[in-house]
């Protein structure tokens, strides 16, 4: 049997193929959790970070290099390649995007732009070619799914209700597709140029798709994230496919595309791998609070999620979303090692 090495492990396992220890990577492990991250955003906005490649690699790479994880995830955001169809937006610290002219009528989705390259997307496409010369490590590209970028673009800012987004979808369904169409376009316009720089896997966030129903996703979100998909996966790259309170989503989801499909914390990863079916692989899924627990529960914790995997080849050890800020640094350091050092038993 082949196995992988540290720089491949991450790969094999996008691809179902067998690997000698389950990989492990954190989303947001590269940002707000690190005090070096924090350092830097005393001069610099999150923004303006993106606008400098060698802060894109350096921040890029810095989990690699600190805590060993099998992958660096591209440091981005996924609004930034909104600028390139002519939507202005601010990112407010511990609040999110803020649209300044929202997007919710025929005219104003006419009015978007063809996507095009600005200066912050050139700049973290040159970061992603700086993190490759410098380490052989996976770098992850990652974009915002369609439905996920069309509830800011609607509501105007970050929603726990999405009313507007949902009566948007119902009472103007044309005026949505024509949003998703562009928004979808524009997705894989930018996918493509991140694989065409050198990452070699892209995740894609439907962090807010949990608020659909199965039967709204299947109608409104699914066949737009499904475009996507189709076109970046002939470039022959892994495609990790997230969301988070998804459980009753998920086998739409696998089905919507992705080689991976990322769960988080509240539903068991076997149920979750059973739901997803045994041709796609599995992301996660340890709850983010945990990582803040005493060591004996955090690893108690991972163990539950490693078990639930039984050693399948295909599974991704994540969490079930982004690093919390207050997460210290040596917790995430001693949970790599712990699943590294898991029997991978199959």
């Keep these: 049997m082949t196995v992988a090495v540290a720089s491949d492990r991450f790969l094999r396992a996008c691809r179902l193929q067998p690997v000698d220890r389950t990989p492990v990577w954190f989303m947001r492990q ?10 830097l955003r005393q001069r610099y906005t999150l923004l303006e970070i993106c606008r400098h490649p060698e802060l894109v690699a350096e921040v890029t790479l810095r989990p690699v290099q600190q805590m060993g994880v099998d992958a660096a995830v591209l440091f981005a955001d996924i609004t930034l390649p909104l600028e390139g169809i002519g939507v202005a937006f601010d990112l407010e610290d511990g609040r999110g995007p803020r649209i300044h002219h ?14 095009a390259q600005t200066p912050a997307v050139a700049a973290v496409l040159e970061g992603i070619r700086l993190a490759r010369a410098a380490s052989s490590a996976p770098v992850i590209g990652f974009a915002g ?14 929603s726990r209700e999405f009313l507007l987004t ?19 376009e524009m997705t894989a316009a930018y996918l493509i140029l991140q694989v065409t720089a050198g990452v070699d896997a892209v995740q894609l966030f439907d962090s807010w798709v949990g608020c659909l129903s199965p039967t709204d996703y299947a109608a409104f979100a699914a066949p737009y ?13 892994p495609i990790i496919h997230f969301g988070t309170n998804t459980a009753g ?10 080689d991976v499909i990322g769960v988080d914390w509240r539903i068991a990863l076997d149920d979750a791998w059973s739901r997803i079916g045994p041709a796609r692989g599995i992301q996660g899924n340890l709850d983010p609070a ?8 955090l690893e108690s ?35 790599v090692d712990f699943v590294h050092a898991y029997e991978v038993r199959s």
């Design 30 to 39: 590269a940002g707000r959790s690190q005090p070096e991250y924090r350092a």
């Design 145 to 158: 799914a369609p439905f996920t970028l069309a509830s800011y673009l609607v509501e105007g800012a970050p």
């Design 225 to 237: 994230t499904r475009a996507v998909c189709e076109r970046v996966a002939h470039l022959g790259i």
């Design 102 to 115: 929202p997007i919710r009528s025929e005219t104003e989705v006419a009015a978007l732009r063809a996507f």
């Design 249 to 258: 989503l998920l086998p739409l989801m696998a089905g919507a595309g992705g």
């Design 290 to 297: 945990v990582v803040l627990a005493d060591p004996a529960v």
């Design 166 to 184: 949902k009566a948007l979808m119902h009472q103007r369904p044309e005026v949505w597709r024509a949003l998703l169409d562009r928004l979808a």
């Design 301 to 335: 914790c991972a163990a539950d999620v490693l078990g639930r995997a039984a050693g399948r080849p295909g599974h991704i050890f994540n969490l079930g979303h982004g690093v919390l800020p207050d997460t210290p640094q040596d917790h995430l350091r001693r949970l």
